[in-house]
């Protein structure tokens, strides 16, 4: 299809938008569509503006003759029109041949106004630009740009801007001049900067800009595509300088603010009575992590750490440990957890190790009923709750702490950035912030913590606790079924619990998969005498407390569930994990479910369950993932493949999408733009404070805090 010419009343009001858009921001009242959309795009800065780069470039720099043309190519001819016709088969079209002296060729139409056809008459010069393609007519081109002869060729490429729904691209390109024409774009990036770290000297800002937007057409377009040209070189290494110079200033901003000092007093103190009643020995990688957190916490600078250890490794205890610290030391902790099946075994496991000891647990969750909660919110405001478990409830206004000094978030990644910043603002009122601990199973590599988590101290738990079994897995087609349900009797013999995992039930109907509810009855029906219970994330949340207490105590036998499940459920007999459509799954989500099973001393399987639909095979991103499932069960090397499928866009979830962060550089590639804006980011915040500021300010806008949390 084809979308035709834009009627001539929304071409007035493009026009017209055009020219306010020049006419600069301070008339902006009424704001027409295409200004929303400019928005839209984030474009509110001039700088915003002229940092809008080509996706893509046009050549109308030339004329080429048809003689010239090469099959397949686009080209800009200049002809004279020497037939006109309307043609009915195989449909209404218009037909124009036209000659430029070396050779002929025909202009094909579906939609045309009168006037068009009018200007297409024969006799009439034009210039027409589009892909020309030869054949048994000779050269055709479908639906060229066509305007009329004559005129000066532009003497720079033409840039094809990323735009949305009602933001034309000549609006937009005004709109970008103008921006680059007023923008500041006054160097920030000293010469001893970019020199002493021996950068190859690059364009300066306004050059490499200029030269983007409207490049010469003798450019090298390959070098322009694949954004090795030195204009785009100096945009990386600039726009790499204000992430790490934000994270850097966020660092040592930090270093002026204050923290309560949390130090555990020798014997008798919480911390070690909590060691002594554990059931397990830590092992060496906990207590190494342990000892780089209670060394943040004795320390009046507040702690910005993220521990990160595969599924299973124990980073709850490590968690429990640095809440005593901070609970003997007469200040209040907070844990939050993105689920509220995670929170609720969270605070029921907290809840068996420390009130033995004294302390009181508090529990918050937006499904609690209101005088629970109102009884919650009177034990945190009075500090009678030493610590405090919950969902996002946590970081609701009402919550008032008496001193909260320390923050530990489960698996990062799933909150916003948003709730990360309120949780850190929960003080209270002073000057103290708290600590904060981020935990996650998601490790990041380690491009990505040198660049997104430039501000984090980071601790890792690298070994898993003794005794585990390691979990086979296979990759087994849908059309095996029977067999996994045989293998499920076998398990259920044996004494040992089954998980079986289906793709969300919101999507089922929309997706046709095969939905929860439906493998439930299936796998009821198929083995009589056992409990087959279903958790979903519609159900009431005492339902799904009840199931899993069932599933927990041993009593139910087969839990088919939906991905609610996905972290943090801890039931050590529980020995196979069946994942149906994982091929719908995300490489670490996959993971995460895995790690639900091998966490007691029985051998462990997990079986992926895939279907290819109507295709006759697995999309090749689909076997990727499937493949580095069954290849190892290390996090790491998950996390690793993870970021060679997505890239570290998605990889990156919600933090990403908090700000366009990284739009230009690409740390797969750039690596050396990157150590050259981690050495250079100090030394240009001691000796030019003021250029840091403003070229952080140019390049990151608003969204500095983004980058904070
Ligand atoms: P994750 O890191 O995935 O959050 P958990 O903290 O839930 O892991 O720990 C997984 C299981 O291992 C829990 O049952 C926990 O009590 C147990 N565990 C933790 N540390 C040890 C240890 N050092 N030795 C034996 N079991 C441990
Ligand atoms: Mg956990």
Same mark, same amino acid.
């Given at each position: 299809?084809?979308?035709?010419?834009?009627?001539?009343?929304?071409?007035?009001?493009?026009?017209?938008?055009?020219?306010?858009?020049?006419?600069?921001?301070?008339?902006?009242?009424?704001?027409?569509?295409?200004?929303?959309?400019?928005?839209?795009?984030?474009?509110?800065?001039?700088?915003?503006?002229?940092?809008?780069?080509?996706?893509?470039?046009?050549?109308?720099?030339?004329?080429?003759?048809?003689?010239?043309?090469?099959?397949?190519?686009?080209?800009?001819?200049?002809?004279?029109?020497?037939?006109?016709?309307?043609?009915?088969?195989?449909?209404?079209?218009?037909?124009?041949?036209?000659?430029?002296?070396?050779?002929?060729?025909?202009?094909?139409?579906?939609?045309?106004?009168?006037?068009?056809?009018?200007?297409?008459?024969?006799?009439?010069?034009?210039?027409?630009?589009?892909?020309?393609?030869?054949?048994?007519?000779?050269?055709?081109?479908?639906?060229?740009?066509?305007?009329?002869?004559?005129?000066?060729?532009?003497?720079?490429?033409?840039?094809?801007?990323?735009?949305? *729904?009602? /933001?034309?691209? $000549?609006? =937009? &390109?005004?709109?970008?001049? !103008?921006? +680059?024409?007023?923008?500041? @774009?006054?160097?920030?990036?000293?010469?001893?900067?970019?020199?002493?770290?021996?950068?190859?000297?690059?364009?300066?800002?306004?050059?490499?800009?200029?030269?983007?937007?409207?490049?010469?057409?003798?450019?090298?377009?390959?070098?322009?595509?694949?954004?090795?040209?030195?204009?785009?070189?100096?945009?990386?290494?600039?726009?790499?300088?204000?992430?790490?110079?934000?994270?850097?200033?966020?660092?040592?901003?930090? *270093?002026? /603010?204050?923290? $309560?000092? =949390? &130090?555990?007093?020798?014997? !008798?103190? +919480?911390?070690?009575?909590? @060691?002594?009643?554990?059931?397990?020995?830590?092992?060496?990688?906990?207590?190494?992590?342990?000892?780089?957190?209670?060394?943040?916490?004795?320390?009046?600078?507040?702690?910005?750490?993220?521990?990160?250890?595969?599924?299973?490794?124990?980073?709850?205890?490590?968690?429990?440990?640095?809440?005593?610290?901070?609970?003997?030391?007469?200040?209040?902790?907070?844990?939050?957890?993105?689920?509220?099946?995670?929170?609720?075994?969270?605070?029921?496991?907290?809840?068996?190790?420390?009130?033995?000891? !004294?302390?009181?647990?508090?529990?918050?969750?937006?499904?609690?009923?209101?005088?629970?909660?109102?009884?919650?919110?009177?034990?945190?405001?009075?500090?009678?709750?030493?610590?405090?478990?919950?969902?996002?409830?946590?970081?609701?206004?009402?919550?008032?702490?008496?001193?909260?000094?320390?923050?530990?978030?489960?698996?990062?990644?799933?909150?916003?950035?948003?709730?990360?910043?309120?949780?850190?603002?929960?003080?209270?009122?002073?000057?103290?912030?708290?600590?904060?601990?981020?935990?996650?199973?998601?490790?990041?590599?380690?491009?990505?913590?040198?660049?997104?988590?430039?501000?984090?101290?980071?601790?890792?738990?690298?070994?898993?606790?003794?005794?585990?079994?390691?979990?086979?897995?296979?990759?087994?087609?849908?059309?095996?079924?029977?067999?996994?349900?045989?293998?499920?009797?076998?398990?259920?013999?044996?004494?040992?619990?089954?998980?079986?995992?289906?793709?969300?039930?919101?999507?089922?109907?929309?997706?046709?998969?095969?939905?929860?509810?439906?493998?439930?009855?299936?796998?009821?029906?198929?083995?009589?005498?056992?409990?087959?219970?279903?958790?979903?994330?519609?159900?009431?949340?005492?339902?799904?407390?009840?199931?899993?207490?069932?599933?927990?105590?041993?009593?139910?036998?087969?839990?088919?569930?939906?991905?609610?499940?996905?972290?943090?459920?801890?039931?050590?007999?529980?020995?196979?994990?069946?994942?149906?459509?994982?091929?719908?799954?995300?490489?670490?989500?996959?993971?995460?479910?895995?790690?639900?099973?091998?966490?007691?001393?029985?051998?462990?399987?997990?079986?992926?369950?895939?279907?290819?639909?109507?295709?006759?095979?697995?999309?090749?991103?689909?076997?990727?993932?499937?493949?580095?499932?069954?290849?190892?069960?290390?996090?790491?090397?998950?996390?690793?493949?993870?970021?060679?499928?997505?890239?570290?866009?998605?990889?990156?979830?919600?933090?990403?999408?908090?700000?366009?962060?990284?739009?230009?550089?690409?740390?797969?590639?750039?690596?050396?733009?990157?150590?050259?804006?981690?050495?250079?980011?100090?030394?240009?915040?001691?000796?030019?404070?003021?250029?840091?500021?403003?070229?952080?300010?140019?390049?990151?806008?608003?969204?500095?805090?983004?980058?904070?949390?």
């Amino acid at each position: 299809m084809t979308v035709p010419p834009p009627a001539p009343a929304r071409k007035k009001a493009a026009k017209a938008a055009a020219k306010d858009a020049v006419a600069g921001e301070a008339k902006r009242v009424d704001k027409s569509p295409a200004q929303k959309a400019l928005e839209k795009l984030g474009l509110k800065r001039d700088i915003d503006l002229a940092l809008h780069l080509p996706l893509r470039y046009e050549d109308e720099t030339r004329i080429t003759r048809l003689v010239d043309a090469r099959e397949g190519g686009t080209v800009q001819i200049e002809a004279t029109v020497t037939a006109s016709e309307v043609t009915f088969r195989p449909r209404r079209q218009l037909l124009v041949t036209v000659d430029d002296g070396s050779d002929t060729c025909v202009l094909r139409f579906f939609n045309f106004y009168p006037s068009q056809q009018k200007a297409l008459a024969v006799g009439a010069r034009i210039r027409a630009r589009g892909e020309i393609r030869g054949g048994f007519m000779g050269w055709t081109m479908m639906h060229p740009h066509t305007r009329a002869a004559g005129g000066e060729l532009p003497t720079a490429l033409t840039p094809v801007y990323p735009t949305v *729904a009602g /933001l034309p691209q $000549p609006y =937009l &390109r005004k709109a970008v001049l !103008g921006g +680059l024409a007023r923008a500041d @774009l006054v160097d920030t990036l000293p010469a001893d900067i970019s020199s002493q770290i021996g950068l190859k000297p690059l364009w300066n800002l306004r050059q490499a800009l200029s030269f983007l937007h409207h490049p010469t057409p003798d450019v090298s377009l390959a070098q322009l595509e694949d954004h090795s040209h030195p204009a785009w070189q100096r945009l990386k290494a600039e726009e790499l300088l204000a992430q790490q110079l934000s994270q850097l200033q966020s660092r040592r901003e930090r *270093a002026h /603010l204050r923290a $309560p000092v =949390l &130090r555990a007093d020798g014997a !008798g103190s +919480l911390h070690e009575r909590l @060691l002594a009643s554990l059931p397990f020995q830590l092992t060496a990688a906990q207590r190494r992590v342990g000892e780089e957190i209670a060394h943040d916490l004795a320390d009046a600078v507040p702690m910005h750490r993220l521990l990160q250890g595969d599924v299973g490794s124990g980073k709850t205890v490590v968690a429990a440990l640095a809440a005593t610290l901070c609970i003997d030391a007469g200040w209040q902790c907070a844990l939050m957890a993105p689920t509220e099946i995670l929170a609720d075994q969270h605070f029921r496991k907290l809840v068996g190790w420390l009130e033995p000891l !004294g302390v009181r647990v508090a529990w918050l969750t937006g499904s609690q009923k209101k005088k629970e909660r109102a009884e919650m919110l009177g034990l945190i405001e009075r500090g009678e709750a030493g610590l405090v478990v919950g969902t996002h409830a946590v970081i609701q206004e009402q919550v008032q702490f008496r001193n909260l000094a320390l923050a530990i978030i489960d698996e990062q990644h799933r909150f916003g950035v948003a709730q990360r910043l309120a949780l850190r603002s929960k003080t209270n009122g002073d000057e103290v912030e708290p600590h904060l601990l981020m935990m996650t199973a998601t490790p990041i590599p380690r491009t990505l913590a040198m660049s997104y988590y430039a501000d984090l101290d980071v601790s890792t738990i690298d070994e898993l606790p003794p005794g585990r079994s390691p979990i086979v897995t296979k990759v087994v087609s849908e059309q095996r079924r029977d067999e996994v349900i045989e293998r499920i009797r076998g398990q259920l013999a044996a004494g040992r619990q089954v998980y079986w995992v289906c793709p969300l039930i919101e999507e089922s109907e929309a997706l046709d998969l095969t939905n929860a509810t439906a493998t439930h009855s299936e796998l009821s029906e198929a083995l009589p005498g056992v409990m087959v219970g279903l958790l979903h994330s519609r159900m009431p949340t005492a339902e799904k407390k009840a199931v899993m207490a069932l599933f927990t105590s041993g009593q139910m036998g087969v839990l088919v569930s939906t991905t609610v499940i996905e972290v943090g459920v801890d039931v050590p007999n529980a020995s196979l994990m069946v994942i149906e459509h994982a091929e719908r799954f995300g490489l670490s989500q996959l993971h995460q479910l895995r790690g639900r099973v091998g966490r007691g001393a029985a051998a462990s399987a997990c079986v992926l369950l895939y279907s290819t639909g109507d295709a006759p095979r697995l999309g090749e991103t689909a076997r990727a993932r499937l493949k580095a499932m069954a290849e190892t069960s290390d996090g790491f090397e998950i996390a690793r493949r993870d970021l060679d499928i997505r890239g570290p866009g998605e990889f990156l979830g919600a933090r990403q999408s908090g700000a366009a962060l990284l739009r230009f550089a690409d740390l797969a590639t750039d690596t050396h733009l990157l150590a050259w804006a981690r050495e250079a980011a100090p030394l240009m915040l001691d000796r030019y404070p003021e250029l840091a500021a403003k070229h952080v300010a140019r390049w990151l806008g608003g969204k500095t805090d983004y980058l904070k949390a």
